[in-house]
């Protein structure tokens, strides 16, 4: 598919009438759609091909007659078509026997949908492209006492025993649709809008999980608040429902009104819970909740505009998550996750654009681009523009869109036109693919106090970027900040008046999804960890350190900089950003660093340094660990936070050393899953005294819970003792499910990060075994696996070697799905 190739479909549809008769072996769906020819298409074309995978057609009628058809395994083609017409149609599908948790199928016995991108024709016959909007209206049957809760999008209107009707007033394209049928406790609540619409909640989980709603709820309630109070952006239907399911091969799906969860994401409290998982629990509430204007009432022309409403909401979700919490932790945990992440993706076979120009299988086009560097992209705009000027263009882009299917260009335009700012030269952040680089050099004239600064792009590509920078004096004072516009391969800065030569801080509050390069030293980058005010840049700096330290650490001065790290422990105040800092960087992230991969020796040198913070810090890593142990109620506030994560990072290193007892304590003596998870994942670490008893005791504790029993298996497969056999053998455990994608990631994900026991030649035969069993029954979830491979050219000869044959033996398979089929070729060519 290319998005050169786009054409506005011949016909569109008025509205969509579903009729589902459920059972527990099959489904019969009864579909009455209303087409009319598109008045602005400009071809003249009396046929139309509908889609439909895996469909046993019943019967098919057009206005009441039987229509010119042909039918292959992918289209239903309509012939000889008037210019408006009534279609109807019946067909059978087989949700139980559904694996690949697309369209609509069963979990836990109970009925869900999932028709992003391509689901809907799973599950009748349709446009299935998100350019054609329609008026749904659902009705379901089913064995009430079976199936007690009968969900749809929009609005209940009827409710007679057996059977629902759902009507949803606002015209959606059919990725939105959703269905659940099952048997469900619920949490209701209510939210009161800006304008006085009351706004009905309801949370829908298995019964056992109820207790652990709450926090989702008031996760919600918040969205609702924030996007008012930033956004002005208010909630538009009587109900809002959040489904959660235990099979679900995402996070979330946004469908209007009925937005269905991974369990993983709806379900915390603070036994179960760790920070992060609470954290992400309200993150992906509200973007969700956030689609609800960017995505749904504003949706996509062609499936290549997915950024359009992907990488605008995940900017709205980070803003939601940094104006509840820590800001400045947030911002250093998204760019981390971006350069260890995307920034491999952009260094790969699969690279692409933030707005991609062809693919074969478009679940393959969710990724780390399409999010996380569209958010950054959207970032940057907001740089320039400011939160005015943003908002300015936000408010333009709805009034002209609203109810429409539309470009990256059309909200491009509405941010230009809002503020008269030209972002014609910005567009190749949407075209290229790649991670740009920068270089900045500085120099000082001592007579002219002048400080000019030589910023260079270095590649073909010219990008418009904002550049964020501080100057500070010698005691660390900031006496000049502010933003730069670099729109050219080559440009001087000068800033006069400069009395002295200035410590120069590039690249704030990661201001571009770049990679710089400077001219500063390791004695100024020290510098910067001690004076600048920019916890980002103090972070990265510190980073940039470890780096050095762990590949080069011949060109560092250790002494001195862990004097530095000494000094930050001791006088920061905030405790969340020491632990960002004595994190080191991860083995992954250090891949990208090196020209060939050699795993063994990578981690041998970060253990080393893990070693000589210990030997440095121990007494001070003690007395901090053991300041910070306390009995205090669970909050989730930004310094309790902060308390769990730095005592939590102290505990790591010292467990190195002769106090893994100190995990054992902590583990035995936890109040929260926060807490408990750490020890547990040191105890399991390593071979110790410890460790059976208690992998015994957790699962004790916590085997009847499905999101702990995931940190279970996946601490295991992490571990050094977890190698090919110990990951087998937790396959055969009676709570693995091999159908279940959040168990499956536990095991087989994790190991595939375990990487000292993952690259070998029988750790890639168990794996790619693994990616054709996928290839069968979920070819999505093998598609995002088998992207391990994708750097193979990069490893040491052997490792090189081992993974070509596992990528040859995969393409040549039979019947190779497209999703993996399009990452294997990227990675072989």
Known sequence: MYRKDYQPSAYLIHTTELSFDL?????????????????????????????????????????????????????????????????????????????????????????????????????TYYLDRPDVLSVFTTHITADKDKYPVLLSNGNLIDDSGSSVTWHDPTPKPCYLFALVAGDFAVLEDNYITLSGRDVALKIYV?????????????????????????????????????????????????????????????????????????????????????????????????????SLKEGLTVFRDQEFTSDLHARSIKRIEDVNALRTFQFAEDAGPMAHPVRPESYIEMNNFYTLTVYEKGAEVIRMIHSFLGEKGFQQGMKLYFERHDGDAVTIDDFIASMSDANDFDFKPFMTWYTQSGTPKISIQSSYDKQEQRLNVDVKQLGDQTYLLPLKYALLNDQGDIFKEGMLHIDQQQQTFSFDGIESKPVTSWLRDFSAPVNLTTDLSFEQKIFLVGHEQDAFSVWDNAQQIWLSLILTPEKVNQSLFFDAIEKVIKTTQDKSLISEI????????????????????????????????????????????????????????????????????????????????????????????????????????????????????????????????????????????????????????????????????????????????????????????????????????????????????????????????????????????????????????
Not at 250 to 278: I, Q, R, W, Y
């Open 582 to 829: 004595l994190t080191l960087p991860s083995e992954r992230l250090l891949h990208q660093k090196v020209d060939v991969i050699d795993v063994f020796d990578i981690h041998q040198k970060r253990e080393s340094v893990i070693n000589k913070i210990l030997i440095r810090f121990e007494s001070l890593l003690l007395q901090t660990y053991q300041s910070l142990v306390d009995d205090k109620a669970y909050e989730l506030t930004p310094e309790a936070v902060g308390e769990r994560s730095l005592k939590n990072i102290c505990l790591f290193y010292l467990s190195k050393g002769e106090y893994l007892y100190l995990a054992n304590e902590q583990f035995s003596q936890a109040n929260c899953m926060t807490d408990q998870i750490a020890a547990f994942s040191l105890l399991v670490a390593s071979d110790n005294q410890y460790r059976e008893k208690a992998k015994s005791d957790f699962y004790q504790t916590f085997k009847n819970d499905a999101q702990v029993m995931d940190k279970f298996f996946a601490v295991q497969s992490s571990s050094l003792v977890g190698d090919v056999k110990s990951v087998k053998l937790l396959m055969q455990h009676e709570l693995f499910s091999f159908n279940t994608p959040n168990r499956l990631r536990s095991v087989v994900g994790s190991f595939a990060q375990n990487y000292i026991n993952f690259h070998n030649q029988a750790g890639y035969e168990f794996f790619t075994d693994i990616i054709l069993k996928l290839n069968k029954t979920n070819p999505q979830i093998g598609a995002r696996l088998v992207s391990v491979y994708n750097h193979w050219k990069r490893f040491t000869p052997e490792l090189k070697a081992l993974q070509q044959q596992q990528l040859e033996k995969i393409i040549q398979s039979d019947d190779l799905s497209n999703d993996i089929f399009e990452i294997v070729q990227a990675a072989l060519k």
């Open 23 to 123: 059972h527990e072996n099959e489904v019969i769906v009864n579909s009455k759609i209303h087409f009319y020819k598109n008045p602005k298409c400009q071809l003249n074309d009396d046929s139309l091909a509908l889609n439909g995978v895996e469909l046993e057609l019943i019967s098919i009628l057009l206005d009441g007659d039987k229509p010119d058809y042909e039918l292959t395994d992918q289209e239903l083609q309509l012939h000889n078509l008037p210019d408006e017409f009534i279609l109807e149609i019946v067909n059978r599908i087989h949700p139980e026997a559904n694996t690949s948790l697309n369209g609509l199928y069963q979990s836990s016995g109970n009925f869900c949908t999932q028709c992003e991108a391509h689901g809907f024709r799973q599950i």
């Open 206 to 306: 298995e019964h056992h999980n109820i207790d652990k709603t709450q926090f989702a709820m008031t996760s919600l309630k918040r969205s609702f608040a924030w996007d008012e109070s930033r956004f002005n952006l208010e909630y538009d239907l009587d109900i809002y429902m959040i489904v959660a399911v235990d099979d679900f091969n995402m996070g979330a799906m946004e469908n209007k009104g009925l937005n269905v969860f991974n369990s993983t994401f709806v379900l915390a409290d603070p036994k179960t819970a760790t920070d992060k998982d609470f954290i992400n629990v309200e993150a992906v509430i509200g973007h969700e909740y956030f689609h609800n204007w960017t995505g749904n009432r504003v949706t996509c022309k062609d499936w290549f505009q997915l």
